[in-house]
């Protein structure tokens, strides 16, 4: 089975609230995670990635936060406006050969604004 | 522009019958990759290859099949020995020597078996 999954399958926000979307992943030896923005019927756009190394990393109004005793990555959007509603994927690194390029998906979380 | 482009965009086949899906990258990538989604769900890797004439199954290459004769192109055949062909397709390319794991998508392509 997948290794990476989400909590919640669709998350209803006001305008100008904040955002959390979670996940959890399975592989403690997991060491690189990406989450994904998909809106529909177009192909995922990136948004932001963390090392392990790393608990907290900080893009434009986004922000990823990995909690490693607990296996947990969630990401942040703060002043949600209508159009972040889409599809939000995490992702998990799967090294293939030498290839850094390969992820294994959670199933998302289908995030909603509301006016 | 620099990007993946992926054709057609909406397809529809017929049961028994081979269909092709295109993919062609400007971004002088190395490695690309063939996605399948299902309503509902996340990305399964079919076929992904790192370098020309070079490629490997993903999760899911039953009833796939992939070739690499360009960089630029990756193009992903659904044969007649996919039993549930019907899904969204989304090719994608990373560089391969990138420290991230960071994948470039195309806009996806919709087969529809009839």
């Known amino acids: 089975g997948e290794s990476v999954g989400l909590h919640l399958p669709t998350l209803s926000v006001q305008e100008g609230d904040n955002s959390i979307i979670n996940c959890a992943y399975s592989n403690s030896a997991s060491d690189y995670f990406i989450w994904y923005k998909q809106e529909s019927g177009k192909g995922p756009q990136f948004i932001i990635d963390?090392?392990?190394?790393?608990d907290k990393r900080q893009g434009q109004r986004v922000t990823v936060l990995l909690n490693k005793t607990v296996k947990h990555l969630s990401l942040q959007i703060a002043a949600t406006q209508p159009g972040d509603s889409a599809v939000y994927f995490c992702a998990e690194n799967r090294n293939y050969g030498g290839s850094q390029g390969n992820l294994i998906f959670g199933k998302g979380t289908k995030l909603s604004v509301k006016p | 522009d620099g990007g993946i482009t992926q054709s057609p965009k909406y397809l529809f086949r017929k049961e028994g019958q081979n269909v092709t899906l295109s993919c062609e990258q400007n971004?002088?990538?190395?490695?690309m990759y063939w996605y399948r989604q299902d309503p509902g769900q996340g990305l399964r890797l079919i076929y992904y290859?790192?370098?020309?004439?070079?490629?490997q199954k993903g999760d899911i290459a039953e009833g796939y099949s992939v070739s690499r004769e360009k960089k630029e192109s990756f193009p992903l055949t659904v044969t007649s020995a996919q039993k549930n062909p019907t899904a969204f397709y989304l090719c994608?390319?990373?560089?391969?020597?990138?420290?991230?794991?960071?994948?470039?998508f195309g806009e996806g392509s919709r087969l529809t078996v009839l």
């Open positions: 290859s790192q370098i020309v004439n070079d490629f």
């Open positions: 994608a390319s990373s560089s391969s020597g990138t420290t991230t794991g960071e994948l470039f």
């Open positions: 963390i090392r392990s190394n790393m």
């Open positions: 971004l002088n990538h190395d490695a």
